[in-house]
Structure formats: C-alpha cells, structure tokens
C-alpha cells in the first residue's frame, strides 16, 4: 500500500515538472529574443521637439504656412514662426534665441562674424525666390517704368509723376523701414545702382511691414512701394519695369531684375527635428507650398 502512494506521487511530481517546462518555453519552438529590444520590428521613433523661426516680414506667411503642413504630418513637432523683419530675425539668430532666422537678404560679413564671436556656427538655406512687385494705386495712369526710373524715384530725383507720364501729383513714397531685409535688397538692388552711393529719399515714409504698404498704396493715388510677389492683391497695381510685370515665370527665367533669394540661416548644430524640417522644406513636398503662396520654388 505504501509502494503504491510513493508511486503516485512520484508520477504527480514528473508530471508538474514537464507543464513548468512548457510554461518556461512559451509553448513555442521558436528561440527567445535576447536582443533586449521591445519596440516591434519595422516602427520608426516619433519626431519630436520644438523648433523657434524669426525674421523676415516677406516670408512670415510663407514660413507659418510651412509649419502648418509639416506639424500636419510630424504630429509630435512643435513649430512657432514670428516675424519683425530680417535683421530682427538674425539678431536673434546671433544671441542664440532660436533654431532659424528667416530673411529676405543675404545675412552680412560681420553679422556672421559677430555670430561666430557668440560661438554660433551659421548654416545658409535657400528656401525659395522672390520677385519684388512694384506697387501703385489703381488710378494712377502709369503702367510701366524703366529700372533706372525706379532708382530716381527712390532716391528723390524724381519727385512728381508727370515727369514719368502720370499725373501731377507729387510722389508718396513707400518703404520698409530699415530692420526689414527688403529694405536693404531695395537700397543695394535698385536705389544705389550703377554703383551710385546713395540712400533713400529723405521724404521716404518708412512702414513697419509690407501689409501697412499693401494698406497705404490703396488708401493713397500718388503712392508708390515696394513688397514680395506673394502679397500682391487685386486692389493695386503693379507696375512693369522695363517692360517686363513681376512673377513667377520671369523670376525663374531671370528676365525680371527686381529679385532676390530668401533664406534660412540656421543657428548651430541642428536638432534632429531642425534637420528633418529644413530638409522637407527643401523637398519637393514644401516647395509644393512656396509655390502656393506665390514664391518661386528653388527646384
């Protein structure tokens, strides 16, 4: 009677043994993954972090539409996009603010060098092309002016509209105010050209954006300014410099002289999410956008 207890548990005890040996293996053939790596094989890490933009008035719609899409597709991106002019952008850019400067000029030797004194390293990006639009109000009877016209009137040798086939009205000149990087392109560009060292009219009015120029030429019909492609609207005119109506086509074909490139200079080694961002904008997915918004793609 003992022998038979003795055998039964014995059997219980093999058989407890085995099922543990089941637990241990999963019920599986297949080998245990000793990588230690749990994240399911083909899933990419979410992008993530904030990136700060600043600077040029001209691009301001044009960098928070870009934001815009991207945050749309890099959910965890987080984008903000202020403007206050270019120079305003690079300041910060050289003091180490933000991750990008936007501006609609080129940024100058001793600002880079100045940035460099901080210890930031800039990095230079062209993002798109601009066409400078040469703006009037809709009733003046003037529809085109020769390039070196433009840079009299800008310079105050030419001070009323008859002299250039208009009425007799004296000339409401309209510019950006001296932190904008349109301004500066306007006075290297046009202002000063024939490389006649000259400033601005002295009865310039200096606006502290392009929307208060875009504002004033329509409320005034002797008003001439200057502003990107991309805010032109239908209650102005715009004006052919010789010959040739700003816009896309003849922006890329280089047969219109008021343009330019704009930039974004980055400040430093660039996050991963900077890197990722400045790349998409470069690709054919947000020139897709510049394009929309009126600029000239670079590609």
């Known amino acids: 009677m003992k022998a038979k207890k003795f055998l039964a548990f014995a059997l219980v005890a093999v058989l407890a043994l085995g099922m543990l040996g089941l637990v241990g293996c999963g019920g599986s053939d297949e080998p245990a993954d000793e990588s230690g790596d749990e994240t ?21 719609n044009l960098g928070q539409a870009l934001a815009e899409v991207f945050m749309d597709e890099e959910m965890g991106v987080d984008i903000s996009v202020a403007g206050g002019g270019s120079g305003v952008g690079i300041a910060s850019l050289i003091n180490g603010t933000v991750d990008f ?3 609609s000029r080129a940024m100058k030797d001793e600002e880079k060098a100045e940035a460099e004194g901080n210890g930031i390293e800039v990095t ?22 020769t390039f070196e016209q433009l840079g009299a009137i800008y310079r105050g040798e030419i001070t009323n509209w008859s002299e250039v086939g208009g009425p007799d009205l004296d000339i409401v000149l309209l510019s950006r105010d001296t932190s904008s990087g349109t301004y ?17 009219s002295a009865d310039a009015r200096l606006l502290p954006s392009t929307q208060a120029i875009i504002d004033e030429t329509i409320a005034n019909e002797a008003a001439i300014g200057y502003v990107g492609l991309g805010y032109v609207v239908p209650e102005v005119n715009v004006l052919k410099i010789d010959g040739v109506e700003s816009g896309v086509e003849v922006v890329k074909d280089g047969s219109y002289n008021v343009a330019r490139p704009l930039f974004m200079y980055a400040a430093g080694t660039l996050s991963d999410a900077s890197r990722v961002y400045i790349d998409w904008v470069q690709s054919s997915e947000g020139q897709a956008v510049v394009a929309e918004l009126g600029f000239v793609p670079t590609n």
């Open 40 to 60: 399911p094989a083909g899933d990419a890490a979410e992008l993530s972090g904030s990136i700060t933009v600043e600077g040029s008035d001209t691009m301001v």
């Open 184 to 200: 500066a392109f306007f006075l290297e560009h046009v202002v000063q050209q024939a490389d006649k060292e000259a400033v601005y």
């Open 101 to 103: 400067a936007n501006s």
């Open 124 to 145: 230079e990006f062209v993002v798109a092309y601009d066409g400078i639009a040469i703006v009037v109000n809709p009733s003046l009877a003037v529809e085109d002016l």
